[in-house]
């Protein structure tokens, strides 16, 4: 069993911060990667960032030079910080998990929403 525990989504106005955080644990021999991806109404889930255990970084073009993601190898944990926050980055957030137990697999976190208001 898998578990990912995310927080720190919330209401924010335009132009402010927030800070998600996920936590992973439990049957987890090794991590690949984590990452964030958001799905906003009425669209596809798309990838924000991403950060691999090697510490490479991915992030899509909309969110460069606004989010940082970072991780804690020790804790299980990846770090998404927010900055300069935009109306159009209104979405529920989903943290995302590659590990290796068994096998490789990947597993999403129950999501948590972010809401910037103009």
């Known amino acids: 069993q898998v578990q990912l525990v995310e927080s720190g989504g919330g209401l924010v106005q335009a132009g402010g911060s927030l800070r998600l955080s996920c936590a992973a644990s439990?049957?987890?021999?090794?991590?690949?990667?984590m990452g964030w991806f958001r799905q906003a109404p009425g669209n596809q889930r798309e990838l924000a960032a991403a950060i691999t255990s090697g510490g490479s970084t991915n992030y899509a073009d909309s969110v460069k030079g606004r989010f940082t993601i970072s991780r804690d190898n020790a804790k299980n944990t990846v770090y998404l910080q927010m900055n300069s926050l935009k109306p159009e980055d209104t979405a529920v957030y989903y943290c995302?998990?590659?590990?290796?137990?068994?096998?490789?697999?990947?597993?999403w976190g129950q999501g948590t929403q972010v809401t910037v208001s103009s």
């Open positions: 439990g049957s987890i021999f090794s991590i690949y990667a």
């Open positions: 995302h998990l590659i590990y290796y137990s068994d096998d490789v697999s990947d597993y």
